[in-house]
């Protein structure tokens, strides 16, 4: 196994328990199990269980920015807000563990970081704004809350029919 093999295997072993057990009920010494390397290895890479962290959540940060990329160089308010709606069911089931884990550190101040949302909350504001609404900081914040708690739902595998649900959101927003 090569030492990039390692790294990726020691990354997803934490993702994983981080994300099903708490960051702070896992230890350095269960991911090295659960990767199949020694914790002195997770330590040569990664410094210490903060650093692990770190790396999952900045390869994150990369998935975040590829799904909301689009969305805010879209012009067109309807699509806007349509693509927004899509958002939590374009994630992949395979990258359920990082959702739950972003999930899981908003009450964590360290990691919760609330300003990342604000480009989104302003394109969806603009595009509210545009098609005639009377409030549409508060039509954005609430769109923003629900496709917060759509996504949970989502990760916890609690909406069954995700197409038919979808289906039911973007008819109620007539996009």
Known sequence: MTVTDKKANILSAALELFANEGFNATSTSSVAKKAGVSEALIFRHFLNKKGLLDAILGQGEKKFMELMGPILFQNEPKKVIKMTLELPFSVKESEYDFWKLQIKLKWDSD???????????NKLTEAFAALGSEMPE?????????????????????????KKYLAFLLAKYGV
């Open 111 to 121: 990691y919760y970081h609330p300003q990342k949302m604000v480009p989104l909350t």
């Open 138 to 162: 508060l039509e954005a914040l609430s769109l923003n809350q629900m496709v917060e708690s759509i996504s949970i739902g989502l990760v916890r595998n609690e909406i069954k029919d995700k």
